[in-house]
Nanobody
Framework: QVQLAESGGGLVQAGGSQSLSCAAS????????TAWFRQAPGKEREFVAA????????NYADSVKGRFTMSRDSAKNTVSLQMNSLKSEDTAVYYC????????????????WGQGTQVTVSS
């Protein structure tokens, strides 16, 4: 059974905006922190943003601070990543992860993962 599923990826021009969503099945997001990671071609997977179980605390990578905003909708059991002022270096496959006890930047702390969605920023 698929527990996390990303959507919203696609092609966007540099300077534009795009919003990603992560939908959870079952109780995978209940009382757990959720995060976004990304992997660009030829690069290692890196931390992007995380949010705690209540949505009150967020954690962002320095590279996206001021441009990306993460939020959660508990009623719909989803989390989102609003990406503004996109740059070519934001091009990557974006992954949703959940199951951590805290909004950690460490990949190993997340138990559940989605399949990823491609975001391509043209310039």
């Amino acid at each position: 059974q698929v527990q996390l599923a990303e959507s919203g990826g696609g092609l966007v021009q540099a300077g534009g905006s795009q919003s990603l969503s992560c939908a959870a099945s079952g109780r995978t997001l209940t009382f757990t922190a959720t995060a976004w990671f990304r992997q660009a071609p030829g690069k290692e997977r890196e931390f992007v943003a995380a949010i705690n179980w209540s949505g009150q605390i967020t954690n962002y990578a320095d590279s996206v601070k001021g441009r990306f905003t993460m939020s959660r909708d508990s009623a719909k059991n989803t989390v989102s990543l609003q990406m503004n002022s996109l740059k070519s270096e934001d091009t990557a496959v974006y992954y949703c992860a959940a199951g951590s006890s805290r909004p950690s930047p460490r990949e190993s702390e997340y138990r559940y993962w989605g399949q990823g969605t491609q975001v391509t920023v043209s310039s």
